[in-house]
């Protein structure tokens, strides 16, 4: 193993620590959540909800770290090529992820969105309401390089057979933005506050069709690992 073997390794290593404890402090904020809801104390069941939400989620999200950077049998591989097939194999698990996660903020935003068309939204509320758009963007911009370990690694995950794939993902994606913002804004003609809710379904359609598309073309092609 040479230097840059055992330099890597020890990234490895590390990116794996953090995410065991990320997983840890989603674990307790999901129990945390849930305990405060069934103890009725000082938060309503909303906030528990979304302390328990967002708990659950940053384990989930930090188990997928951990699984992505497990020693495996690329290990035994050397070369920019094998480093290459793994990066590959683990943004198309990112992508298929994704989509998941903004599922499922996407219904804690509409309860949000629904609090402030009441009359009763916080700041909190607002917040919530613009967390799935905002996965919908990194789904959208992980699919299309612009994230930040996309343009670092760019020599490894940029070839022509990606750029290929990418165009036909963002066709799809490009088709689903324009259908679910004409919907949008056939409701906000009928009724302005379904309109407004219906514009982050829209987004998150976009920003999910396009991860998708793109991990199942990158899967057709054999490069999912």
Request: proline share 3%.
């Given at each position: 193993?040479?230097?840059?073997d055992?330099?890597?390794?020890?990234?490895?290593?590390?990116?794996?620590?953090?995410?065991?404890?990320?997983?840890?402090?989603?674990?307790?904020?999901?129990?945390?959540?849930?305990?405060?809801?069934?103890?009725?104390?000082?938060?309503?069941?909303?906030?528990?909800?979304?302390?328990?939400g967002?708990g659950?989620g940053?384990?989930?999200?930090?188990?997928?770290?951990?699984?992505?950077?497990?020693?495996?049998?690329?290990?035994?591989?050397?070369?920019?090529?094998?480093?290459?097939?793994?990066?590959q194999?683990?943004?198309?698990?990112?992508?298929?992820?994704?989509?998941?996660?903004?599922?499922?903020?996407?219904?804690?935003?509409?309860?949000?969105m629904?609090?402030?068309?009441?009359?009763?939204?916080?700041?909190?509320?607002?917040?919530?309401?613009?967390?799935?758009?905002?996965?919908?963007?990194?789904?959208?911009?992980?699919?299309?390089?612009?994230?930040?370990?996309?343009?670092?690694?760019?020599?490894?995950?940029?070839?022509?057979l990606?750029?290929?794939l990418r165009?036909?993902?963002?066709?799809?994606?490009?088709?689903v933005?324009?259908?679910?913002?004409?919907?949008?804004?056939?409701?906000?003609?009928?009724?302005?506050?379904?309109?407004?809710?219906?514009?982050?379904f829209?987004?998150?359609?976009a920003?999910?069709t396009?991860?998708?598309?793109?991990?199942?073309?990158?899967?057709?092609?054999g490069?999912?690992?």
């Amino acid at each position: 193993m040479d230097d840059l073997d055992r330099n890597e390794a020890r990234a490895r290593q590390r990116k794996q620590r953090w995410a065991v404890g990320l997983c840890l402090l989603g674990l307790a904020m999901g129990l945390a959540g849930a305990g405060l809801a069934l103890s009725e104390l000082w938060v309503d069941d909303t906030t528990a909800g979304v302390i328990a939400g967002m708990g659950f989620g940053l384990f989930g999200l930090g188990a997928l770290i951990a699984w992505m950077q497990r020693p495996g049998e690329a290990d035994s591989r050397r070369g920019p090529g094998a480093k290459s097939e793994r990066m590959q194999a683990q943004r198309s698990m990112l992508l298929w992820i994704l989509p998941i996660v903004t599922v499922v903020f996407l219904f804690e935003g509409t309860r949000a969105m629904l609090s402030i068309h009441r009359g009763e939204g916080e700041m909190f509320d607002y917040l919530r309401a613009g967390v799935p758009v905002l996965y919908a963007w990194v789904a959208a911009a992980v699919a299309m390089g612009w994230d930040i370990n996309s343009r670092r690694h760019r020599k490894y995950l940029e070839d022509e057979l990606t750029q290929a794939l990418r165009a036909r993902a963002v066709i799809w994606a490009f088709v689903v933005v324009m259908v679910g913002t004409t919907v949008a804004l056939g409701l906000g003609l009928w009724r302005p506050e379904l309109g407004v809710m219906a514009i982050p379904f829209a987004l998150a359609a976009a920003g999910a069709t396009a991860a998708l598309r793109f991990a199942w073309l990158d899967r057709e092609a054999g490069r999912d690992g």
